[in-house]
């Protein structure tokens, strides 16, 4: 047998340099396959339920920006976790506007299967959490993060080490829902104890209007 279609050996600890190269390149094939240049990535709770106003707002957002990125030269293609809530929120958006829908979905051990609305060509899963970061923040232009909990904390923590360590562009990195976020965690104390510098704040924008997010990205964009 080929130790390639070995599923003993592949799923083994032997074989877990292969899986993180498997999950690495085939996202990269999958990006560039569909000729993906750039990506609007939207994180959020998946416990969002559809009547609450986040899930509308993230839903109306995806939707604008998904319009408007139709009309520029290079292909974006709006990008959630693939899962339900505010991920299937921001696909939903993406699809009614006709632009690319990608879902880097992840394996956990409790139900969350893809939503409808990521295109079939643009759905990964991937079982390591840390190249599904990799890969939400190589390609993004511009971060939209809703309420959520530990993973959506994680994923924002993430963005906001490799903004202020320089090691990807400086997007744009917006919290939606300012009551949330302020009441969530206390920024001031972090820059009055000197745990962050006064000018990491800048790397966020607080935001509560649609039209307000989907104006100040499209201007940090053109």
Known sequence: MLAFHNERFIKSEHGRPVRIMSELLASKALIEDNEIDKTIVIFGSART???NKHYKAANDLAYKLG???KEQPNKYAICTGGGPGIMEAGNKGAKEAGAPSLGFCIELPFEQ?????VDKDLEIQFHYFFLRKFW???KSAAIIIFPGGF????????ALTMLQNEKTDNVP???F??????SLINWQKLVDDGMIDKKDMNYIKFMDDVDEAFKY?????S
């Open 136 to 138: 939400f923040l190589l």
């Open 49 to 51: 339920d559809p009547e």
């Open 151 to 158: 993973g959506t904390l994680d994923e924002m923590f993430e």
């Open 113 to 117: 299967s893809t939503n409808p609305y």
């Open 177 to 182: 829902g300012t009551e949330f976020w302020k």
């Open 67 to 69: 319009k408007w990125a």
């Open 173 to 175: 990195l917006v919290l």
């Open 217 to 221: 990205i499209i201007g940090e964009l």
